[in-house]
């Protein structure tokens, strides 16, 4: 009986069915014929040549079943990442499968596993220092950005950086903040759902929410002024901003607009920052409001006072060479006292020394009514009114105001390694009225010239017996900075390239030499040549190049531990340093009498302020 032409055709089917399961069933078989998770065949290990430790058998919980975390170990250098599942199955990445059928039902090895044995000690030993010494490189990159991040904002904003990460206020209102970022999101999607046809009600709605949102944070700065249905605004707008998400838009066009958004709110940020470091240095230059009253009640009580003219005796001392002459420029009552009250304090014969303040003429008076009615260890003090002296002795192109010391930041480019990032120096200086000390004191051989932001923790005796040679101004070499890395700066003028700068702060001057060497007539020869403009700025900034060049070859470099310098924008001096030094110099903005100090160096200060006056506590002068 021949077949029909349906059994002709089930019998090509029946056997491409055959295959098709049995192309199903080989695989499954393969499957079902792995080792369970958790183990590694003997045979398979020597196959992948890689070492894989044991796990770490982890006995389930009473209360059911919580997962636990194993130390990672190290395979042949290699931290593997190994966690505990359940508490029962171990899993290693990349080296293992699952070894579960799709019925979710672990199949029978055929090899028996292998051990599960516990970790030598000297494993788990090295499991944890390699651990701790991730986690210290971790540590230290981290570091490493910050310290970056940290040199980057001080080259552009000074030591505004440092004392505003000190300062820094944590961020409390998290419902502004999610009102902006809303807003943003919003303001990159309007532009786009605005195109949309047929979405003129959505796009209604969100111009709406984002007025909303506008008027809200214009009267509200903090989470404390928003009004009471702000949380049904906040809820409006993640409504309004999933429907825009749902809608098909051009991504690149949102991209742009949240880009554009970013760059509007870097600058704003970049804009702050600079207005922020200008009024942080505006309040580092300028008097305290405290200070300015303490200043003012002393000149009242100046000029309500009986006379307060030095004896005969004191005003021998300040002419006579023998004794140990102090120059100290200052327009602050309470620097000057501190720098005289630890000078004499740390001298072994307080009596031999005399301390000429020169001032302005609107602090003149409060110093004098100050210094002559607190003594200081019979030391003798002579106040000068500079601005009268200039006029009297002085020729006509000269500065007539008075000028303390000068603080430049320095930025070095090496040219030899250009890929080297720029270094950042705090210079500081001879201001111009410097220059006119020899012309002032004609009597005198030599003095020692102490700036207003000193500290005097030594005797300084051993200055007056410096054989200086031919020299004219003992001072601490700063060999960061070298006048052919700011040749820039100094002009035409002929000069060594390899000489060092100088720090003032603690510094002996030998008058004769000076008078000897010309110093002042090739300063005023200089300020000429330099000096096209009349304006305070410009005057200033010469006085960089005209220190450095009025006493090129003329330095004799004194011992570096004579001064400390940097405790005015410094965080990172030893303490044990600072105590063990011969002087600290408060270089910097950061002045230990501002709010601005550093606290950790005002102590050093505080310790020579005189206390328990009754204008300082009229004025509440409390630095």
Known sequence: MKPTPSQRR?????????LVLCSLLVPLAFIFDRAPSGYVTTDERRRQEVFVPSFVHVEPSKGGGGGGAVDPVPVHGVIQEKKISNGSTGVLRQHEQTGRNSSGVSAKPKVPPVPRTEPPKAVNESTQRTSEVSNARKRRGAKADEVENAKACQLEFGSYCLWSTEHKVIMKDSVVKRLKDQLFVARSYYPSIAKLQG???????????????????????????????????????????????????ECHNVVRKLRQILDMTDDEAHFHMKQSAFLYNLGAQTLPKTHHCFSMRLTLEYFKSPSLDSDVSLARKFKTPNHRHYVILSKNVLAASVVINSTVISSKEPGNNVFHILTDAQ????????????SYKKAAIHVVNYEEMILEKLPK?????????EEFRVFIRSTERPTEKTRMEYLSLFSHSHFFIPEIFKDLKKVVVLDDDVVIQGDLSFLWNLDMGDKVNGAVEFCGVRLGQVRSLLGKTNYDPKSCAWMSGVNVINLDKWRKHKVTE?????LKQQVKNNDEVSLRESAFSLSLLSFQHLIYPLDKKLTLSG????????????????????????????????????KYWRRFLTREDRFMDECNVNP
């Open 397 to 405: 192109f000269s500065p007539r105001e008075l000028y303390l010391s």
């Open 199 to 249: 979405q003129e009600v959505l796009t209604q709605e969100m111009k709406q929410n984002i007025q909303d949102h506008e008027r809200v944070l214009s009267a509200s700065a903090v989470d404390a002024d928003l009004p009471s249905f702000i949380n049904k605004k906040i809820e409006q707008m993640d409504h309004t901003i999933a429907r825009a998400k749902s809608c098909t838009v």
């Open 10 to 18: 089930r019998g090509p089917r029946a056997a491409l069915l055959a």
């Open 522 to 526: 090739n300063y005023l020869m200089l």
């Open 567 to 602: 405790l005015g924008y410094d965080y990172g001096i030893d303490p044990e340093v600072a105590r063990s030094s011969a002087s600290l110099h408060y270089n910097g903005n950061m002045k230990p009498w501002l709010e601005l100090g550093i606290p950790d160096y005002k």
């Open 363 to 374: 602090n003149f008076y409060g110093m004098k009514y100050w210094f002559a009615r607190n």
